[in-house]
């Protein structure tokens, strides 16, 4: 069993656990830390994180608006820490646009960021990945597109 947190934007409505809890592969939902995040225990095998992303994403109305503040994938190997500096963020849409790119690409396993609505200068995004699937240079590419 595997287990994913995302962090959203907004408020989630308790309605969501029993709408997931119909989705097959997908064995427990809880909400936490005033109903902000979601951690979701699911199968691997049955249904795999970018789809259930996408489930929570179209629940909740925001398919089209970038909404994701971060997530923990859960990974249980050894993960390396990198911190991306986006120098000077265009938008909070902008910013949370990377991190939902970045839950896309396989490896990159933990995003948290500093972001506090306000200050768009330097925001830092806290990254973990796994080295045997993506290396320090290709996240560094990553920070580069992104600045």
């Not at 896309?104 to 045997?132: H, L, P, Y």
């Amino acid at each position: 069993m595997k287990k994913l947190a995302l962090k959203i934007d907004d408020i989630i409505p308790n309605t969501i656990i029993n709408h997931l809890l119909t989705i097959k592969g997908i064995k427990d939902v809880k909400l936490k830390d005033k109903d902000s995040i979601i951690e979701i225990n699911y199968m691997e095998n049955e249904i795999g994180s970018l789809v259930i992303e996408k489930e929570v994403m179209l629940f909740l109305g925001l398919i089209q608006m970038p909404s994701l503040m971060g997530f923990n994938k859960y990974s249980t190997n050894k993960l390396t820490k990198y911190n991306m500096i986006i120098k000077d963020l265009c938008c909070e849409y902008c910013l949370k646009g990377n991190i939902e790119e970045l839950f896309g690409i396989k490896g990159i396993e933990k995003v948290s960021t500093d972001f506090d609505f306000i200050n768009k200068k330097n925001v830092k995004i806290e990254t973990e990945f796994d080295e045997k699937i993506i290396n320090l240079d290709k996240v560094k590419e990553i920070e580069k597109k992104f600045n």
